[in-house]
C-alpha cells in the first residue's frame, strides 16, 4: 500500500513512517523543509504546506491511506483547510483517513467525519516524548523542577500512537473509531525522574515549582503565552482520560503498549553528561 504521510518530521509523524517502511509498504512524506527531512531510505518527500492544500494536491494520487495533523504552521493553531484537504483526498480516491487530534474537535473533524473516507481519529494522553524537555536541566545539574509533582498520567510511548496510526492505515475494521491511546501504566513526573535515574544509574533531583514559578520559567525559556497557560490548566486539572489506562494499543496492534522504563533505556544518552557512561 502506499500512504501519505502530513506531519512526517514531527514526533508521531516520523515513528509513522519508520513503522510502514518497515511493514513493506510506500510512503509519501509531507514536510515544509525536505532537505532537513532526514527520512529513512526509499521515503518518497514531497514538499508541500497543510496551510495551502494546492501545494501537495498532485501528490495525494494513487495513495491508498491518508495521515492528518491537526495543526498548520508553527504555531499549533487549528488547521484551517482541512476541508479543502479531505475534497482533494476523496477525489484523488483515498480509502482510509487517520487524524492526529489534539484538543476539541474543530472544522478538521467535521469534514472528516461527513467525508466518504474511512476515517480514524486518534486521541492519544501525553507523550513520553515530551519528557525530553526535562534533558537539559538533567544533564546540567541532575534535577528536573516542575509543578504538579504527583500529577497522575497514563503516559504513552510515541511508537505506539505510531502503531495504532499504521494499523488503522493499512487494515480493514477501524473507519468511523475513535481511539483514545494511553500506556499500561499510571505514572506521576516524580515517578518518571526516578525511572530516568535508574537508567542513567544516578540519583536525579525532583524540585516542586508552584504554577507561578513554573509560569515564569517557561515563559523565559520561550513558550508561547497560549501553550504556557494550556499546560499549566491541563496539569493542575488532569481529566480522568489523561490518567486512565485503556486497552487500545493491545487491541488494535495485538501487543501491550511499551513502558517507561523502556522508553528512559531507549533515549538515555539525550539525560546524560557527555563523557560519562551509565552504571
Do not use: C
Amino acid at each position: 500500500m502506499k500512504i501519505f504521510v502530513t506531519g512526517a518530521t514531527g514526533t508521531i509523524g516520523r515513528q509513522i513512517v519508520g513503522q510502514l517502511i518497515q511493514s513493506g509498504h510506500q510512503v509519501r512524506a509531507l514536510t515544509r523543509n525536505p532537505a532537513n527531512a532526514n527520512l529513512p531510505d526509499g521515503v518518497e518527500v514531497v514538499t508541500g504546506d497543510l496551510t495551502n492544500p494546492a501545494s501537495f494536491a498532485s501528490a495525494l494520487e494513487g495513495v491508498d491511506g491518508l495521515h492528518l495533523i491537526k495543526f498548520g504552521g508553527n504555531n499549533y493553531a487549528d488547521l484551517e483547510t482541512g476541508r479543502e484537504i479531505i475534497a482533494l483526498a476523496e477525489k484523488a480516491g483515498i480509502q482510509r483517513l487517520t487524524v492526529l487530534m489534539g484538543g476539541t474537535k474543530g472544522a478538521l473533524e467535521e469534514a472528516v467525519e461527513s467525508s466518504s473516507l474511512a476515517w480514524t481519529f486518534l486521541q492519544p494522553v501525553e507523550f513520553m516524548a515530551n519528557v525530553l524537555e526535562w534533558a537539559p536541566s538533567i544533564r546540567s545539574d541532575g534535577s528536573v523542577s516542575l509543578p504538579f509533582g504527583s500529577r497522575k498520567s497514563a503516559i504513552v510511548h510515541e511508537a505506539d500512537i505510531a502503531a495504532v496510526a499504521a494499523t488503522a492505515l493499512t487494515e480493514n475494521g477501524h473507519g468511523g473509531k475513535t481511539y483514545t491511546i494511553t500506556g499500561g501504566e499510571v505514572l506521576t513526573p516524580r515517578e518518571m525522574v526516578q525511572m530516568i535515574g535508574t537508567a542513567l544509574g544516578r540519583n536525579i533531583q525532583f524540585n516542586e515549582l508552584t504554577p507561578d514559578e513554573a509560569k515564569e520559567q517557561w515563559l523565559a525559556a520561550g513558550h508561547p503565552q497560549q501553550i504556557v497557560d494550556f499546560l499549566l490548566w491541563v496539569y493542575g486539572n488532569t481529566p480522568p482520560m489523561g490518567y486512565t489506562v485503556v486497552p487500545t494499543v493491545q487491541q488494535v496492534t495485538g501487543r501491550p503498549p511499551r513502558t517507561f522504563a523502556q522508553w528512559a533505556a531507549e533515549h538515555v544518552d539525550a539525560f546524560r553528561i557527555q563523557g560519562t557512561a551509565s552504571a
